[in-house]
């Protein structure tokens, strides 16, 4: 089984959608930061930390487990798996497996978010954000 993987890094991304709010509506004289603020360096609670897509052509059996949520999940053809953040800088250390073969073992940080596609012939494409 071939695997190919492709890392694409955002570089320090400042803001993104969601997390800053509207920094219009922030006094300059404050200098603590709110509990439910997002940190620059990391994903806001509701980002994606993983997202599994598997080619509705692959004919073997893909499972997703996802240990900070102690779930395991088996992935169908033509469907995706999202592991969202449920606080600000949530992590997770995610293993995919596709025919019975660990395709996919990392610890994925607070200020990352992977994706990952099986393709028809069991191919790995991996796209990684990093803030």
Do not use: W
């Not at 994606?48 to 080619?55: A, L, M, P």
């Amino acid at each position: 089984m071939k695997r190919r993987g492709v890392l694409a890094l955002a570089g320090s991304v400042a803001f993104l959608p969601g997390c800053l709010g509207d920094v219009s509506e922030r006094s300059t004289e404050s200098t603590t930061t709110d509990a439910d603020e997002c940190e620059v360096m990391e994903m806001c609670e509701g980002s994606t930390i993983v997202e599994v897509y598997v080619d509705r052509d692959y004919s073997e059996q893909v499972v997703l487990d996802a240990a900070c949520r102690d779930d395991e999940t088996e992935v169908e053809p033509g469907e995706t798996i999202r592991i969202e953040r449920e606080v600000n800088g949530d992590a997770c250390d995610v293993q995919l497996s596709a025919d019975d073969s660990v395709v996919f073992d990392r610890d994925i940080p607070g200020h990352q978010s992977t994706t990952i596609r099986v393709t028809e012939t069991g191919e790995i494409e991996e796209e990684t954000v990093v803030i």
